[in-house]
């Protein structure tokens, strides 16, 4: 059974670039959510989605966008890249249990190392 | 607002010893509380969880967390401490607000089990 896994597993971009990130949720799965490790810190929150649209949204900016396809693949992309966007991002995947996305339990990957230079 | 604390950047116990990890939360209504452990250059892996039910939740690997409402706490617990159990671990909750998914990360405490 494929967990999430992720790609790439590292990305060094500069200033200004943009960049995409890609997840494949567990096998089963129809959630993907998004998180931003910065380093020494827990994950925070980006989006989230669910048949193919973003349900809910953390506190980032509108450079932060997102996709999911009909397979539940999603991609993370960042615009005009900052040096404060150097970060681990980690995507998780899920499988709500009658709707209800408060008590699943998210699955993540093993992250995308994301350096901006 | 909904917040998590892990009050201990570093937790060091001996190998065979009995281990806390705290954590501490802040949420309006009743929540959903997690722990998860991260080893380097790894992503998160579930440890458990807590939504309802006995206070005292078991999980993978022999952790245990117990839930205590009134002093909004759920501490992470094992027993006996392995030296392969020295990583990085998370408690996140879920606030009782809406169909939320979000999960809201502590900012870490560091276990270091020594031989």
């Known amino acids: 059974d494929a967990g999430v896994t992720q790609s790439p597993t590292h990305l060094i971009k500069t200033r200004g670039q943009q960049v995409t990130l890609r997840c494949s949720p567990k096998?089963?799965?129809?959630?993907v959510s998004w998180y931003q490790q910065a380093l020494g810190q827990g994950p925070q929150f980006i989006f989230q989605?669910?048949?193919?649209?973003?349900?809910q949204r953390g506190n980032f900016p509108d450079r932060f966008s997102g996709h999911q396809f009909p397979n539940y693949s999603s991609e993370l992309n960042v615009n005009a890249l900052l040096l404060g966007d150097s970060a681990l991002y980690l995507c998780a995947s899920s499988l709500p249990r009658k709707g209800s996305f408060k008590g699943d339990t998210q699955y993540f990957g093993p992250g995308t190392r994301l350096t901006v230079l | 607002a909904q917040s998590v604390a892990q009050p201990e950047d570093q937790v060091n116990v001996a190998e065979g010893n009995p281990l806390t990890v705290k954590c501490t939360y802040s949420?309006?209504?009743?929540?959903?509380l997690f722990w998860y452990v991260q080893y380097p250059n790894r992503g998160l892996q579930f440890l458990l969880k807590?939504?309802?039910?006995?206070?005292l939740v078991k999980g993978s690997y022999g952790f245990e967390a117990e839930f205590n409402k009134s002093q909004t706490s759920f501490h992470l617990k094992k027993p006996s401490a392995l030296v392969s159990d020295s990583a990085l671990y998370f408690c996140?909750?879920?606030?009782?607000?809406?169909?939320?998914?979000?999960?809201?990360f502590g900012q870490g405490t560091t276990l270091q089990v020594k031989p």
């Open positions: 996140a909750v879920r606030g009782n607000s809406g169909n939320t998914g979000k999960l809201i």
């Open positions: 949420v309006s209504g009743n929540p959903y």
């Open positions: 807590y939504i309802t039910g006995d206070n």
């Open positions: 989605y669910y048949e193919e649209e973003e349900r």
């Open positions: 096998s089963g799965h129809d959630t």
